[in-house]
Nanobody
């Protein structure tokens, strides 16, 4: 059984900062890409940032220069440092991981349940 658990969401004022964490646990052989997505009310889920096993990163244009994704492979954890937050960043943030549970198993994407970020005065 694999679990991804996000933490760090909450209420923050515009211009503020927050760091999200997502830890993968359970039977894990190898993790490829890890990422953060978000879904605002009435909108589709969208990619925020992703990071490969070697550290290569990809960001949505709307967060470039403000958000930084990183990972700790020893802890199977991915982070999202969010600075200069805007009200339009308000959303439920989900992490995912493309991982294999056993050496013989194909990679599969697993999702966390999400954490809510509200940016408001």
């Amino acid at each position: 059984q694999v679990q991804l658990v996000e933490s760090g969401g909450g209420l923050v004022q515009p211009g503020g900062s927050l760091r999200l964490s997502c830890a993968a646990s359970g039977s894990i052989f190898s993790i490829n890409t890890m990422g953060w997505y978000r879904q605002a009310p009435g909108k589709q889920r969208e990619l925020v940032a992703a990071i490969g096993s070697g550290g290569s990163t990809n960001y949505a244009d709307s967060v470039k220069g403000r958000f930084t994704i990183s990972r700790d492979n020893a802890k199977n954890t991915v982070y999202l440092q969010m600075n200069s937050l805007k009200p339009e960043d308000t959303a439920v943030y989900y992490c995912n991981a493309d991982l294999s549970r056993f050496y013989w198993e194909s990679y599969k994407v697993y999702w966390g349940k999400g954490t809510l970020l509200t940016v408001s005065p």
